[in-house]
């Protein structure tokens, strides 16, 4: 479970973001995708949306299988592990995904789990 949000980690440290956010979906021990969160090609968007979050850049670009788990990581600029919840809207969209289970970093030290499964 942790070397996957090392790898999402990773990923997040490759973000151009202000918040830089990685994530990786993994199913039964594979790696399914990495990414990042990425600017939105647009002046035009509020702020608050001018970003593509790394679930949501996931999501994208794949359906993910049932039971899959979502990793997600998010580095400050000294490099450390901070809270990486998934925000509202991404929430919303993996709620509609196969994703089973989101693993999200806290701090250095902890990490949450969040268990979507649950009918
Ligand atoms: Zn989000």
Same mark, same amino acid.
């Given at each position: 479970m942790v070397s996957y949000l090392n790898l999402a980690a990773k990923e997040a440290r490759r =973000?151009?973001?202000?918040f830089r956010v990685g994530a990786v979906l993994a199913k039964g021990g594979r790696v399914l995708l990495s990414g990042r969160n990425k600017f939105r090609n =647009? =002046?035009?968007?509020d702020y608050r949306i001018g970003t593509f979050h790394a679930e949501e850049v996931l999501l994208r670009r794949v359906r993910p299988p049932d039971r899959s788990i979502m990793y997600v990581a998010r580095v400050n600029v000294q490099g450390d592990l901070v809270m990486s919840r998934p925000c509202d809207r991404c929430m919303e969209g993996l709620l509609k995904s196969g994703v089973a289970r989101v693993v999200y970093t806290i701090n250095n030290d902890r990490f949450g789990v969040l268990d979507l499964s649950t009918p």
């Amino acid at each position: 479970m942790v070397s996957y949000l090392n790898l999402a980690a990773k990923e997040a440290r490759r =973000s151009h973001c202000r918040f830089r956010v990685g994530a990786v979906l993994a199913k039964g021990g594979r790696v399914l995708l990495s990414g990042r969160n990425k600017f939105r090609n =647009s =002046s035009t968007l509020d702020y608050r949306i001018g970003t593509f979050h790394a679930e949501e850049v996931l999501l994208r670009r794949v359906r993910p299988p049932d039971r899959s788990i979502m990793y997600v990581a998010r580095v400050n600029v000294q490099g450390d592990l901070v809270m990486s919840r998934p925000c509202d809207r991404c929430m919303e969209g993996l709620l509609k995904s196969g994703v089973a289970r989101v693993v999200y970093t806290i701090n250095n030290d902890r990490f949450g789990v969040l268990d979507l499964s649950t009918p």
